[in-house]
């Protein structure tokens, strides 16, 4: 239940400054800066602990301009990361709020390590499709769940109020769409009411809501959900109701490399690095350096949905640096035999042809000739062995894009352009950089969004608390 009521004549036992809904990456950012605007703050959570689809990604934020990224001698800006974005998003971004985004970035990781000692460290030894800079920052496990755990130690540390298994099912506003609270649910069906002068809306996207998706992505049909179930839209319901401009809602992330039937998230670093995709015929289909997110429908189109990601011992290595890889590991997704026809045979796969696909991408890796689909297999080294690998994958909506419209501020707009009076949203609640379809996001535009944005929606709510709201 996601509804607006009137404000009228509703008692609110508790009031806070400044309310934010969910504890993810974007929540979490958002109550440490409003904190540090000084402002009285408290997170609202609907989990037993805070997690949200930040804990399910790899933890990666890309950010310009850094000071991690000048002590590696990495020379980058504001405005580099802005044209990868907008390259990848065919130029279908609002210029203006990517270039605010882009700018904020490196400030942003600045502070939450400097300040709340938030454990990040720049990621090195390649880049994902579209970045032409290292600029991806991330725990050292490069684990999701590893940013929130650093997130919610600052949190704690700054002894900011976090409230869990408190899901927000109604707020409660004037009618210029002013929210004077909100009402939340315990799991035995107790009910609270909070009121607020500013109130940030940090919930996320619309991935596990059926309907929405099936109205506004209607291609994602019976596609795997990777994702926080509680990802049902609220925010993009709340804002309709409030009078709030929605943009790009077809827009999302998917991921072609999804462990099957493990449920676990194989990087596509192994990808840009050198391996390569096959389906069941043991046949490529696609340039696998377009990009993970657009993969993901080329993979669901491939017989039964699922191809087989193929490398070497040195991308192995290159795998063990993420947690989710050695979870796979552990897991028994990995594959791994002394030749090419042996792990063809222990996949299934017809020897024969895999042993053919691997000679044509190591002839082109050598320069000799061009990819039917158009990638370039130079510049890496081929793949080797001694041993080859691989596993099992399929294609999943990782995260919707689209969201409300908010201002370079993180105010929520109007459709005419004018903010609603104290109401902010980021990361997943809000329209994305990722132009209007698949094939606009760009690696780690999810955890740019929730960190600026979270930042930003952090510090308008406190001024705006500081206005009376």
Not at 71 to 82: F, K, L, S
Not at 211 to 238: F, V
Not at 377 to 382: Q, R
Request: glycine share 14%; charged share 15%; net charge negative.
């Amino acid at each position: 239940m996601s509804r607006v009521l009137p404000a009228a004549g509703v008692d609110f036992p508790l009031e806070v400054p400044v309310v934010v809904i969910g504890g993810g990456a974007c929540g979490l950012v958002a109550a440490l800066a409003a904190h540090d605007a000084g402002a009285d703050v408290l997170v609202l959570e609907r989990d037993a602990s805070p997690s949200g689809s930040t804990a399910m990604s790899s933890g990666m934020i890309p950010a310009a301009g850094t000071t991690l990224q000048a002590a590696r001698g990495v020379t980058d800006t504001p405005a580099i990361m802005a044209a990868d974005i907008q390259s990848k998003a065919h130029g279908e971004n609002d210029p203006a709020m990517v270039d605010a985004v882009c700018a904020a970035s490196g400030p942003t990781i600045d502070w939450l390590v400097q300040k709340h000692q938030v454990p990040l460290t720049l990621v090195e030894g390649f880049l994902y499709p579209g970045h032409s800079q290292p600029r991806m920052h991330a725990p050292a496990s490069r684990s999701g769940a590893d940013l929130v755990a650093g997130l919610l130690s600052a949190a704690n540390s700054a002894g900011i109020d976090i409230v869990c298994d408190a899901t927000v099912t109604t707020l409660f506003a004037e009618s210029d769409g002013r929210v004077r609270g909100v009402e939340l649910q315990r799991p035995d069906g107790a009910t609270e009411r909070i009121g607020c002068a500013a109130l940030v809306l940090a919930c996320s996207g619309f991935g596990g809501n059926a309907e929405l998706l099936a109205r506004h992505i209607p291609e994602l049909k019976g596609a795997m959900y990777y994702g926080h179930t509680g990802n049902r839209g609220d925010a993009l319901l709340w804002g309709e109701q409030l009078g709030a401009a929605v943009q790009h809602l077809g827009a999302y992330q998917g991921h072609g490399s999804l462990a099957m039937p493990h449920a676990i998230l194989i990087t596509w670093a192994l990808m840009m690095e050198g391996g390569f995709q096959v389906n069941t015929k043991a046949e490529r289909f696609s340039c696998e350096h377009d990009g993970y997110s657009e993969q993901a429908m080329r993979v669901i189109a491939q017989p039964g949905g699922i191809a087989w990601n193929i490398y070497d011992d040195r991308l192995h290595k290159l795998g063990l640096d993420f947690e989710d890889y050695r979870d796979a590991i552990r897991g028994g997704a990995i594959r791994s035999a002394g030749s090419i026809e042996a792990l063809a045979e222990l996949c299934g796969l017809p020897p024969a042809t895999l042993a053919a696909t691997l000679a044509e991408t190591q002839r082109l890796a050598a320069g000799q000739g061009s990819d039917r689909f158009g990638r370039d297999f130079t510049g890496k080294p081929a793949l080797a062995g001694p041993s080859f690998y691989a596993v099992k994958v399929t294609g999943a909506l990782f995260h919707t894009q689209g969201g409300l419209r908010v201002d370079t501020e993180a105010r929520v707009l109007r459709a005419n352009g004018a903010p609603l009076p104290n109401l902010l949203a980021g990361g997943g609640a809000a329209c994305g950089l990722s132009g209007r379809g698949r094939d606009g996001y760009l690696s780690g535009n999810g955890l740019l969004m929730a960190t600026v944005l979270g930042a930003k929606a952090g510090r308008s709510a406190a001024a705006l608390a500081k206005q009376g709201g």
